[in-house]
């Protein structure tokens, strides 16, 4: 765990479903409990769209929202898509590769 301001923490992960571990982390959940907590107004995240092109949120962390599509548009050929759209269910293939 990075704790000394040199370091950064970097998270990856496709916390979909709100159940996922991630959730809170990453829709801002646990920050804006602070605020919840203290009767405060909660500060405001940005909405799914506009990570697309990636933010730096009221807690600090930057968020960014990259789908398949979007990896294989910016040139990364790691990944077959017919094969993987085949391999999954559309709703799990949606979770995972669409966020």
Not at 25 to 30: A, F, I
Not at 46 to 70: F, S
């Amino acid at each position: 765990m990075a704790s000394q301001k040199r370091f950064r923490k970097t998270y990856f992960s496709t916390p979909s479903a709100m159940s996922h571990p991630a959730y809170e982390l990453w829709s801002g959940e646990r920050y804006k409990e602070r605020f919840r907590k203290r009767n405060q107004e909660i500060p405001e995240f940005p909405v799914q769209k506009q990570l697309r092109n990636g933010e730096i949120c009221p807690d600090g962390a930057y968020r960014k929202i990259i789908t398949i599509h979007d990896a294989i548009a910016k040139g990364c050929d790691l990944f077959d898509l017919a094969e993987l759209e085949l391999d999954y269910p559309d709703e799990e293939f949606d979770q995972l590769f669409r966020c």
